[in-house]
Nanobody, 125 residues
């Protein structure tokens, strides 16, 4: 059974930074792991994705501000978020898919079966 546990959320002022983490267990083989977020009253949207080869993709709204990375020895996915704005306020989820998914689809929530419970991020103006 694949389990994903996010951490690192919190409250920061606009312009600040946060690092989110997602520890995974139970997966094997090739994979794609992604970060999604859902703001109150809005649909969940893909933020960033990475596969087992280290290839990455980002949503245009976070390109240049967020960095997705992974530590395969620790089975941990990261999302470094910089230059945060109030529009980044949301609950952030990590998701995993085995086997690897074409990155063209890696920000589509319908492609993912395994999800964490999320960690909230609040950015104040």
């Amino acid at each position: 059974q694949v389990q994903l546990v996010e951490s690192g959320g919190g409250s920061v002022p606009a312009g600040g930074s946060l690092r989110l983490s997602c520890v995974s267990s139970g997966g094997y083989g090739t994979y794609t792991m992604s970060w999604f977020r859902q703001a109150p009253g809005k649909e969940r949207e893909g933020v960033a994705a990475i596969d087992d080869d280290g290839a990455t993709t980002y949503a245009p709204s976070v390109q240049g501000r967020f960095i997705i990375s992974q530590d395969t020895m620790k089975n941990t996915l990261y999302l470094d978020m910089n230059a945060l704005t109030p529009e980044d306020t949301a609950k952030y989820f990590c998701a995993a898919r085995f086997p690897r998914l074409d990155l063209a689809w890696a920000l589509s929530e319908n492609e993912f079966v395994f999800w964490g419970r999320g960690t909230p991020v609040t950015v104040s103006s």
